[in-house]
């Protein structure tokens, strides 16, 4: 039977955006400790990006999965997802400065870099996962477009230090894959993750 609604393990307006995109009512269920929640993030010696994507949002689902167990909510289905940007073999994460921001994107101009999104359903003691890869080309881009675009804020909490939807989409060349990955959820395979254990529409 199709429950009325999910909860979002997620603080990103991006995601909840997506969601009501295709419909998908939802709560949000996040982490009150932010360290935690970035605790969870942090790469492996020698991790490879999609073993480190699946791993990150298998434990942000599990984690997710214990504070409801644990509270007085709604029993519902909870999605959660992270991103990573890959430059050859480095994975790009989130910027922790200006300064980190403007060498990520200046890595990754006139350059092909990866975004995988791996989202995840967890249902019943059970989680079910799925991987979306997708390829990115930046043109060139020059040192004062670049300090301009940090300067204005939208790199911060970003993985690759830019949102394809923002600003940053006049960079892009070209794109191989899916377009909501790259924003942070793969609505292709959230909605078959949806469909296939009956949840939602």
Do not use: C, W
């Amino acid at each position: 039977m199709p429950t009325d609604f999910v909860y979002l393990a997620s603080k990103s307006p991006r995601r909840a955006e997506l969601l009501r995109q295709i419909g998908v009512r939802f709560e949000l269920l996040l982490e009150p400790d932010e360290h935690a929640a970035e605790a969870l993030e942090h790469t492996r010696p020698g991790e490879a990006p999609a073993a480190y994507v699946v791993r990150v949002t298998l434990a942000k689902a599990q984690a997710a999965a214990a504070r409801l167990a644990a509270s007085a909510l709604p029993n519902a289905p909870i999605l959660a997802a992270d991103t990573t940007v890959v430059l050859g073999s480095r994975m790009l994460g989130k910027p922790a400065s200006a300064a980190e921001a403007s060498a990520m994107l200046t890595a990754l101009a006139g350059r092909t870099h990866s975004v995988l999104t791996a989202v995840a359903l967890a249902r019943g003691g059970h989680i079910r996962h799925l991987l979306s890869r997708s390829r990115v080309r930046f043109g060139r881009i020059t040192a004062t477009e670049i300090a301009r675009y940090v300067a204005g804020g939208e790199p911060m909490d970003k993985a690759g230090a830019y949102a394809v939807q923002g600003e940053a989409a006049r960079f892009i060349r070209r794109i191989d894959g899916s377009y909501s990955g790259i924003m942070g959820l793969p609505l292709y395979e959230t909605a078959r993750l949806l469909r296939d254990t009956g949840t939602g529409r």
